[in-house]
């Protein structure tokens, strides 16, 4: 695939209201009523699909991308095409992220043209869904180790389980927990026990796919949802875990081990029993490991 030139969109000067003296293109109502459509929505990838049908009349269009920091999200139905043509989107000196066009065939200057003043009524639409979007994302963060928290885990397992019955696909559930982190807390103190709890976050961050969803319920409680999972999977992951807590100097440290709650969707399952499986086998296996027996 080829890339063209990198062009930059600079609107310092822009006001909606004035923008329909631009060009001939613009003295339409076709920029307002495309600026009126986009503000109806906080979700980028629904702005980027509402904006792809209007600029697919003028390029060869077969996918979009839009980029800022960690944002990445494309329009539905992305295909191949021969060539990229890349968009700096700028408000006032402001970046607001790289679009990028997915194309067959070049872009002419006169669709440039077109495309360019189309981008002014995209901006203000896709910033306000960026800021929307890193908002909801804090939101639904865990602050001490970045990964998503109860409420996220709740939205993201209902999704897992309605994909996983549509397509009949395997998903997998994982709960756990450090033994004995209170004494940790106790003897070492708070201090320690949070770096203990940062540390044990990216072990299951390193022992998952990128498919797979890692989550802090709060306390030393962790969950991971495993898609497309195969009856193997959730057996890996937890080698894994068990590798990567003796691998971490201060995990090692702290002789920090974990106990694991495991099993799979079936098919009468809602979210709430799916998880009350889980956290059953959790509570089975931590009552194993503080009597020291362990089970198969």
């Known amino acids: 695939m080829q890339t063209l030139n990198i062009l930059d969109t600079h609107l310092s000067d822009f006001n909606p209201l004035r923008a329909f003296d631009t060009s001939n293109f613009e003295k339409t109502n076709l920029g307002l009523g495309l600026l009126e459509q986009l503000q109806t929505s906080l979700d980028i990838e629904s702005i980027l699909n509402m904006f792809a049908m209007e600029a697919s009349k003028f390029v060869d269009l077969s996918g979009m991308y839009f980029k800022k920091d960690k944002i990445k999200k494309s329009i539905r139905g ?11 989107l700028s408000i006032a000196g402001e970046f607001i992220g790289i ?6 065939s070049p872009i002419s200057l006169a669709s440039y043209k077109i495309l360019n003043g189309l981008h002014k009524y995209l901006v203000y639409p896709l910033k306000n869904a960026s800021q929307y979007y890193q908002a909801m994302k804090l939101a639904m963060q865990d602050p001490l180790t970045g990964l998503g928290n109860r409420r996220y885990f709740d939205e993201q397992l209902s999704r897992a389980m309605y994909h996983g019955k549509r397509h009949s696909s395997e998903v997998g559930l994982i709960v756990c927990d450090l033994d004995k982190f209170k004494v940790i807390n106790d003897n070492f103190g708070h ?8 540390h044990f976050a990216n072990a299951l961050r390193s022992s998952v796919r990128h498919s797979d969803s890692v989550f802090r319920f709060g306390g030393d409680e962790f969950s991971i949802i495993v898609e497309s999972a195969c009856k193997q ?7 894994r875990i068990n590798d990567a807590l003796s691998q971490d100097t201060l995990l090692a440290k702290y002789q920090v081990l974990t106990s694991l709650g495991m099993t799979f969707m079936n098919s009468t399952d809602s979210d709430k029993s799916f998880f009350k499986r889980a956290d059953q086998l959790l509570y089975k296996n931590k009552q194993c490991v503080e009597r020291n027996i362990s089970i198969v």
């Open 78 to 88: 992305n295909r191949k095409g021969k060539y990229e043509q890349i968009f700096e």
């Open 233 to 239: 999977s959730l057996i890996v992951i937890e080698n």
């Open 99 to 104: 679009l990028t066009y997915v194309v067959n």
């Open 191 to 198: 201090n320690i026990g949070d770096k203990v709890l940062f």
